[in-house]
């Protein structure tokens, strides 16, 4: 039972705890429980505002430090191999463990000096929910129960109905929920067809079929149930710690509405748009670059090599030098002794000069290794800019293919929401000839099960919808992930792509006899 009010969420879970104790005193149940229990500890900073004047630190300023050390939103993004990352700026997470170690934090002040949170603020706990639930856009709190095999569910839902009539305060209303409301709804056309056959009105006929409606309708539920813990449980890892204590215990009530089919995007703006953002067709722009860098450094190797040399060098001598008379050899007329200062003046005069001169030419007789490493690179250039050629066909060819996905999912969700409103309106129509005796419960129950169809029917093709709208924001990003995909990083090739020769082997020049490249 669902007990829904505009109340606060505390109040109405006092009401629940008394109807909790009503059903234990009942003697029907052998469990009873409220699904919403306010033990969550939960710790408020009190801000002094006094304080926070005296240290010169602005409310705002606080709040917004308080928010990037723990609040763990992101604040911008990076790109790391390909790949966009968010930056989410918090403390070390065995600093913020306990509320014990806020105080410690510190808060930007006046002329950014640091303030320590526990001078202007204190830590007040409070207990609050651990989720809080909605009942047709209400507050609600649901009362569980187990009951034992000898009690039906119908009197367990009647003591608990009369003892709700007579202390649910003014504005809490009940409803009811899985089986329950199963029963309220289905059990009671039942019954009513049952007094309708005992008195001649309808034949055993609609009798049955009502039953066996019934009885398909809750195998139903039983199924549909399974599937939603199955999926509840697959959307729980990702957004529920697994550290929680609570992490299977945790219940997941979507409250969202699905989105409203909004403005159809323009195909070709987003195939320009694709075509400048695509990272892969930028990557190969840059392969495309250097293979043109290769090709043009690999056709000045083609060239003739003429070398040019030229030196000069100086001497200067050091010592005792003879001094000699007129003739040769001639007779010594005295001595003359340079030191090593002289030596180094001689060496940048013109005393004792040496000259040289060389020119060399060198060309390539036949093919060279030269010519087929330019070959080989001028076919990787071509290859790079085939690829590019065949990356922006093919880009331009998923972004519309993802375009054209969203128009025609937007077009059957229209469609979709068309006939669910037919089939509620034949519904509400067909119960009303029910009620005049113009109809019958097999035209009914049909009715319904046409607009349980068609409801179904309506989310898929909404999701079917969101979906296609992601898949069109990413594919104007990146390609499509799967084995058809061209790997640009890695050079891989698919059928009827483009096939990358391997680097050319040695790369370099090389001086005949070295054996090495510079």
Request: aromatic letters at 6%; charged letters at 25%; hydrophobic letters at 40%.
């Amino acid at each position: 039972m669902v007990i829904a009010s505009p109340a606060e969420p505390q109040r109405i879970g006092e009401v629940a705890g008394r109807l909790v104790q009503k059903a234990f005193g009942s003697g029907l149940f052998i469990f009873a429980d409220a699904d919403v229990k306010f033990d969550q500890p939960q710790v408020e900073v009190v801000f002094d505002r006094d304080k926070l004047r005296s240290q010169g630190v602005e409310l705002s300023q606080a709040g917004a430090d308080l928010s990037a050390l723990l609040g763990g939103n992101y604040v911008n993004r990076f790109s790391i191999q390909g790949r966009s990352d968010k930056v989410i700026p918090q403390v070390k997470r065995e600093e913020r463990l306990t509320p014990d170690q806020l105080p410690q934090m510190y808060i930007t002040g006046s002329d950014d000096r640091l303030v320590p949170l526990s001078t202007f603020a204190s830590l007040r706990t409070t207990t609050e929910p651990r989720e809080l639930k909605k009942f047709q856009q209400l507050n609600a709190v649901r009362v569980q129960g187990v009951i034992p095999p000898p009690v039906s569910l119908d009197q367990a839902l009647s003591v608990l109905e009369n003892e709700a009539r007579a202390s649910l305060p003014e504005g809490f209303t009940i409803d009811y929920a899985g089986q329950s409301r199963q029963l309220r709804t289905e059990g009671g056309r039942f019954l009513g067809n049952r007094v309708r056959v005992e008195a001649g009105q309808i034949p055993p006929l609609d009798l049955v079929q009502a039953e066996a409606e019934v009885a398909q309708r809750r195998e139903n539920l039983v199924r549909a149930r399974t599937i939603a813990d199955d999926a509840e449980d697959g959307l729980r890892r990702p957004i529920v710690d697994p550290a929680d204590a609570s992490f299977w215990r945790v219940r997941l009530d979507p409250v969202e509405e699905p989105t409203v089919v909004g403005a159809l995007p323009d195909i070709d703006a987003a195939v320009a748009s694709a075509l400048d953002r695509r990272y892969d067709i930028a990557r190969a722009g840059q392969d495309l670059e250097n293979a043109r860098t290769t090709v043009a450094f690999l056709d000045n190797q083609r060239l003739p090599d003429v070398r040019l040399e030229t030196s000069y060098r100086g001497n200067g001598l050091g010592g005792t030098q003879f001094l000699r008379g007129g003739g040769f050899p001639g007779p010594i007329t005295g001595t003359r002794s340079r030191g090593l200062g002289d030596a180094l003046g001689q060496v940048f005069t013109s005393d004792y000069p040496t000259w040289s001169f060389g020119l060399t030419a060198s060309y390539p007789l036949g093919r060279s290794y030269e010519a087929a490493n330019y070959a080989r690179a001028d076919v990787e250039r071509r290859q790079a800019a085939q690829r590019i050629a065949s990356l922006r066909v093919q880009a331009a060819e998923t972004v519309r293919r993802a375009g054209r996905q969203v128009h025609s999912t937007a077009e059957r969700v229209q469609a979709a929401r068309a006939t669910a409103t037919l089939a509620r309106e034949r519904l509400v129509s067909e119960q009303r000839r029910f009620e005049v005796g113009l109809s019958t419960t097999f035209l009914v129950t049909q009715a319904q099960r046409d607009l349980l169809e068609a409801e179904v029917n309506l989310l898929q093709t909404t999701l079917e919808y969101e979906s296609a709208l992601v898949s069109f924001e990413a594919v104007q990003e990146a390609p499509p992930p799967g084995p058809s995909d061209a790997s640009v990083a890695s050079g891989s090739s698919r059928a009827g792509g483009i096939v990358l020769l391997p680097p050319a082997t040695p790369r370099g020049l090389f001086r005949p006899g070295t054996g090495g490249a510079f």
